[in-house]
């Protein structure tokens, strides 16, 4: 199963919304998590991740991973070549390694990396930003190319950040 997580924020709540499916074609979700919770920091570029691993570790306490499930965030999981990982990297490393996590961002980040990797999707010429770890990023960015939907960002993902943005 992939699980695919966003978090957007209202004021001092936070609505963590997590959408699973089947397979990276999959058009539509087998099943959707949602909780809202208190913001527990402030934001900080890049540290993003203090302000979301909280709550994305919160709603992964109602699913049950199994081996060889995926978990997509929106956002980095590495963010430099220098060794500095961003949400997805550290949820990884909270989760002791055992899942791959991978990282699709909408907006760059602006220093060099070479695990990142552009993603086209459709006629858009603004990419997806791919990053990855426990997985072949190379590999990852065919299936994330291949996500269903014509547009930039694929139908789930999609589906994924309009149900966080409502209330």
Same mark, same amino acid.
């Given at each position: 199963?992939?699980?695919?997580?966003?978090?957007?924020?209202?004021?001092?709540?936070?609505?963590?919304?997590?959408?699973?499916?089947?397979?990276?074609?999959?058009?539509?979700?087998?099943?959707?998590?949602?909780?809202?919770?208190?913001?527990?920091?402030?934001?900080?570029?890049?540290?993003?991740?203090?302000?979301?691993?909280?709550?994305?570790? +919160?709603?992964?306490?109602?699913?049950?991973?199994?081996?060889?499930?995926?978990?997509?965030?929106?956002?980095?999981?590495?963010?430099?070549?220098?060794?500095?990982?961003?949400?997805?990297?550290?949820?990884?490393?909270?989760?002791?390694?055992?899942?791959?996590?991978?990282?699709?961002?909408?907006?760059?980040?602006? +220093?060099?990396?070479?695990?990142?990797?552009?993603?086209?999707?459709?006629?858009?010429?603004?990419?997806?930003?791919?990053?990855?770890?426990?997985?072949?990023?190379?590999?990852?960015?065919?299936?994330?190319?291949?996500?269903?939907?014509?547009?930039?960002?694929?139908?789930?993902?999609?589906?994924?950040?309009?149900?966080?943005?409502?209330?």
């Amino acid at each position: 199963m992939i699980y695919a997580f966003d978090t957007y924020y209202f004021g001092d709540k936070a609505k963590t919304v997590c959408i699973a499916f089947e397979s990276w074609d999959s058009e539509i979700e087998n099943k959707i998590f949602t909780e809202t919770t208190a913001v527990t920091a402030d934001y900080e570029s890049g540290a993003f991740y203090k302000r979301e691993l909280p709550c994305v570790l +919160s709603l992964l306490k109602k699913i049950t991973l199994k081996e060889g499930d995926l978990i997509i965030v929106d956002g980095y999981v590495t963010l430099d070549n220098e060794g500095k990982t961003g949400l997805g990297g550290h949820l990884f490393q909270t989760l002791r390694g055992k899942f791959p996590v991978i990282g699709i961002a909408k907006n760059g980040f602006n +220093s060099p990396d070479d695990q990142r990797r552009s993603v086209y999707r459709g006629d858009s010429k603004t990419p997806l930003f791919l990053t990855a770890i426990g997985a072949d990023v190379d590999e990852i960015k065919c299936k994330v190319e291949e996500m269903h939907g014509n547009f930039r960002i694929p139908t789930l993902l999609k589906k994924l950040d309009q149900l966080t943005r409502t209330e």
